[in-house]
């Protein structure tokens, strides 16, 4: 298991985003997916928006959020939302959470390797 300090190393050049999903601003891991130009889905709704704090966002997370040709999900929010790249993460990491997470992703691991392979085959998009 990593030490606080790594974790804070490995931290320290994660960009802050937001999830599509729940709203939350933060560095935890994400399911990003590349939509297509002619695709809307990923812009998000006033209403959804209405509910985002945007206080404290740094320009470049407001920016990715509304440029909506991206989905960027906590893996958490995207397995629930039926991913299943995401819902097997989950289940490896035993549904680990912010550092615990980033450290579950970013260690070797045969059953995660398992899990990229399955995400890298038909673009899974959560």
Known sequence: MATKAEVAKINSGR????????????THPRHVVQLPPDDTA?????????????????????RRLMAGD???????????????????????????????LIVAVTQPSELLDKVRAVGTEGGQDG
């Open 15 to 26: 960009p802050t985003r937001f999830c599509d999903v729940c709203g939350q601003s933060d």
């Open 42 to 62: 990923g812009t998000p709704t006033d209403e959804w928006l209405a509910g985002v704090d945007l206080s404290g966002a740094t320009a470049e997370s407001v």
């Open 70 to 100: 991206l989905r960027e999900r906590h893996l958490d929010c995207c397995a629930a939302a039926g991913c299943p790249t995401c819902q097997a993460t989950e289940e490896i990491t035993d549904g680990a959470r912010g550092d615990d």
